[in-house]
């Protein structure tokens, strides 16, 4: 989303990425396939369409049958969701005077939100059969609620210690437990924000893998790195080990790039790793990879492209079976290493 609304990420101290020779980028596939394909969803919870706005409350009727129909029409093609398990925002747009209030406005919600419960998935029984009952899919975590006292209104996880993250992350996983929702151990933090406090909370909770930068300008080689939305200075093609037992996946196309991009990153031997919003418009904002019929239209159009070019040699999979195949694997540092610096999310 656009940089005036989410701010610089967190910088990650030098001491904490690189603690470990045996961190970096990981060039490594199954046998006999050159490249792998991801696709995942952000901003999933029960909202319909009599509410504030549609995120897969309307179940096959809404965004999730666009989702469906994809999956249909590509039987090799996996998805991530990214759900949210008690989701409060209703616009992630500031909209009281008192922002403008020195002290004040750092301890208060400064967007409208919605009371907590409205959206807590254990309420929503239908919801999590359709996610559980979707084909070739997994749920991950996306926060707690969405939504941050004071600006960025949407950054959940801003400015928290260790053990508040770990507390948020620990209640997060208890939702989907008590709601019966099937879910790996994975984490788009919302805004792409990732503080030391979350990497730290992460590994206290059992997260396995993250997800939190995002290049869709940066031109494509296989040495290049995120300088774009959450943390830069991580592998823009390969999953890459940022602690101990924790792997991070950038994303690195939308609907706003080239087909090109895609054949590009395939042909470097990298990740395809494209990214989704459920809703399209939302108060005050227009995500434009928002899930509608024409960026699926184009998806569907880019897979068939895909599956004529390079036939059985890609790995179609989801971001957590990514990981979990990564997990024992030796990753291979390039020779210059550099330690992911702040940056300014700027997304288009």
Known sequence: MDGWQFGPAQELRRAFILDDTKLG????????????????VDDIFPGTSQSAYEAGGDLEKGALGRLLWLLERHPQL???????PDWRRISPVADRIWQHVPWLCDRMYLARVLPKGTMDIRKHPDFVAVLNAMPRTEVALHGLAHVNFGYPVSVEFEHR????CAGMLTEAMQIFEEAGLRYVRGLQPPGWSCSPALLYGCRDVGIEWIMSARDVRTPISKDARTAMSGL?????????RIAECLLHISTNFQATSAPERAFDILDAGGVLSIKAHITKNVPG?????????LYMN???????????????????????????????????????????QSATDRAA
Do not use: C, N
Not at 78 to 84: G, I, S
């Open 285 to 293: 904002h227009t995500h434009l990879d928002g899930v509608d019929d």
């Open 298 to 340: 184009y998806l569907d159009r880019l897979f068939a492209d895909i599956e004529e070019r390079y036939g059985d040699t890609i790995d179609w999979t989801t971001l957590g079976s990514l990981a979990t195949s990564l997990s024992t694997s030796a990753s291979t540092p390039p020779p210059e290493r550099k330690s992911p």
């Open 78 to 84: 996996q998805l991530t969701l990214f759900v949210t």
């Open 25 to 40: 980028p990981i060039h490594w596939y199954h046998r006999g396939k050159s490249a792998a394909v991801v696709m995942s």
């Open 161 to 164: 210690d260790r053990e508040m």
């Open 232 to 240: 830069s200075g991580v592998s823009m093609l390969f999953p890459e």
